[in-house]
């Protein structure tokens, strides 16, 4: 079966640090892959999404961006963390009609 | 721009009842729409979803009804257990499946016993 693993669940990062959020995808190949993010108040927003390696489509302007360097790896990559990019992250991959997601990592930065 | 509103921020349901999600959307390119399940601290699951060529969709309790000419669709939950209670998610997709979802704010339901 197909399962998808992303880590870390939970983190505390300060202001104008780096940040890499990490996904992995089991029992699957060549997956659609996207990135949501969850901000307080708001709906999910997808932020990436890939269909192969090394093919990045972006949704969003941010200070952020996304790389697959293998096919089943999926990394989210911040320079510099501001307040706002606090929120629950999730990662999640298609096939068809379905799309499965992470269990999610909420990112506080202070 | 929100092409997906569910306008609902929440809902409280009697145990028992009928639970009755709404979701509106704009982009009459959408064509294929699901429900999405979500508890604190965890990513959603799938509930349920339907094709644009289609107007209902059944699957044990969840029924989700689509009315295209008034771009509207519905989440109904019957009856309604406690277990219901979370965040609801209406998402859409132009590309016939779940690629590049658009999803709404959410509708927390909330079921009262």
């Known amino acids: 079966s197909q399962t998808i693993h992303q880590w870390p669940a939970t983190l505390v990062q300060p202001v104008g640090s780096p940040l890499s959020l990490e996904c992995t995808v089991e029992g699957t190949s060549n997956p659609n892959l996207y990135w949501y993010r969850q901000a307080a108040g708001r709906g999910l927003q997808l932020l990436f999404y890939?269909?192969?390696?090394?093919?990045i489509s972006s949704e969003v302007p941010q200070n952020l961006s996304a790389s697959r360097p293998q096919d089943r790896q999926f990394i989210l990559s911040y320079k510099k963390l501001l307040l706002s990019d606090s929120g629950f992250y999730l990662c999640?991959?298609?096939?068809?009609?379905?799309?499965?997601f992470g269990q999610g990592t909420r990112l506080t930065v202070v | 721009d929100q092409q997906v509103k569910q306008n609902s921020p929440s809902l409280s349901v009697q145990e028992g009842r009928i639970s009755i999600l709404n979701c509106d959307y704009t982009n009459s390119m959408f064509d294929y729409f699901l429900w999405y399940k979500k508890y604190p601290a965890e990513g959603p699951t799938f509930l349920i979803s339907i094709s644009s060529i289609k107007d209902k969709n059944e699957d044990g309790r969840f029924t989700v009804f689509l009315n295209k000419s008034a771009k509207h669709l519905s989440l109904h939950i019957v009856p309604s257990q406690p277990g219901d209670s979370a965040v609801y998610f209406c998402a859409a997709s132009t590309r016939g499946g779940a690629d590049g979802l658009t999803f709404g704010k959410g509708t927390h339901l909330i079921i009262q016993p």
């Open positions: 999640a991959w298609s096939v068809m009609t379905e799309a499965f």
């Open positions: 890939s269909v192969g390696i090394g093919q």
